[in-house]
């Protein structure tokens, strides 16, 4: 035991005199690492499924949504909007219509910026930062997104550093393997770094089999019988892929369409991007307490990069 104590204590000297491992926050000169989630296009998965998973876990995330798009099937309304601002989340500019803004001439692209930044404003939400369509941007969008917004988030597929290129902020998609993503929360928290992370539609993907009948879009799945319930979205060779809207289902299940009645069985749950957020949340917290969950502009804010003038 004594031995196994004088080897614990060696290998902490070590670890705290190697140049690489930084201290705990308190001893720490730079900021926080970090990790955001934003949410792209405005789909209503945001406020009927995103919403309860950050609430639960008292954490923030945002949304970035097309201002064509809000109050339309499948997206949010304009009250969810303001709902989800009380409760402590970002709303973001996404432009007015989701184009390329690199397509586009300097009036284009800032009648896109303007325009969906004063609409959101005018319904009585704060917007302060911009994600670029498909991630899209060059020097003439990220010129005219500084005349309106305090940042503009790309793609690249890259960490962004404590002093951000605050016109390209980089960004991962999410990505189905959650192996992958903690390994990227892994590489923030030992690089000090800030992990922003993209999504769209929050999804279930189950294989399926004995399909009887046709499933409606858009239509409540009942699967029993764990209890659990969803949105039928679309259905792909022998993937069947549905919003979630209660505890996850499970392998065995079988799924009912409450409209059209059709059933089949359920063979096997691929993803669950509902139960895979609530998994790196708490992985980050477990395992880097000293990382940060926050929105984008909170984050700027911890990054000190100042507001828009
Ligand atoms: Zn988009």
Redesign the pocket.
């Known amino acids: 035991m004594k031995k196994f104590i004088t080897f614990v204590i060696a290998v902490l000297l070590i670890s705290s005199c190697s140049g690489s491992v930084r201290k705990g926050p308190s001893m720490d000169s730079g900021p926080a690492p970090l990790l955001s989630f934003v949410f ?2 405005g789909n209503d998965t945001d406020y009927l499924v995103a919403r309860e998973v950050f609430k639960k876990q008292g954490v923030a995330a945002s949304f ?1 949504v ?1 201002t064509d798009w809000i109050n339309t099937k499948n997206y949010l309304t304009v009250s969810q909007l303001l709902e989800l601002q009380r409760d402590g989340f970002e709303i973001m500019s ?1 432009t007015v219509s ?1 184009p390329d803004l690199n397509s586009l001439n300097a009036d284009q692209i800032e009648s896109e910026l303007s325009v969906s930044k004063a609409a959101l404003e005018g319904w009585g939400l704060r917007v302060n930062n911009l ?1 670029y ?2 991630n899209k941007n060059n020097a003439i969008v990220r010129g005219l997104a500084g005349r309106y917004y305090r940042s503009g988030r790309g793609g690249r597929s890259m960490l962004t550093p404590a002093v951000p290129e605050r016109y390209e902020l980089k960004s991962y998609s999410f990505s189905h393997n959650v192996d992958k993503m903690k390994a990227l929360i892994d590489r923030a928290g030992a690089e000090r770094k800030w992990l922003i992370l993209y999504l ?1 539609n929050i999804a279930v993907k189950v294989k399926v089999s004995q399909r009887d009948g046709v499933f409606q879009q858009g239509e409540t799945l009942l699967f029993s019988p764990s209890g659990a319930r969803g949105r039928y979205t679309k259905k792909l060779f022998d993937w069947f892929y549905f919003v979630p809207l209660s505890a996850p289902p499970h392998a065995g299940d079988t799924i009912t369409g409450q409209s059209g009645k059709a059933t089949c069985h359920l063979e096997e749950i691929l993803y669950n991007e509902k139960e895979a957020l609530t998994e790196l949340i708490e992985y980050a917290r477990s395992r880097h307490p000293g990382m940060r969950i926050v929105t984008l502009d909170k984050g700027l804010d911890i990054y000190k990069v100042r507001s828009e003038e």
């Open positions: 792209d296009d970035a097309v996404h989701h994600v369509p498909y769209h």
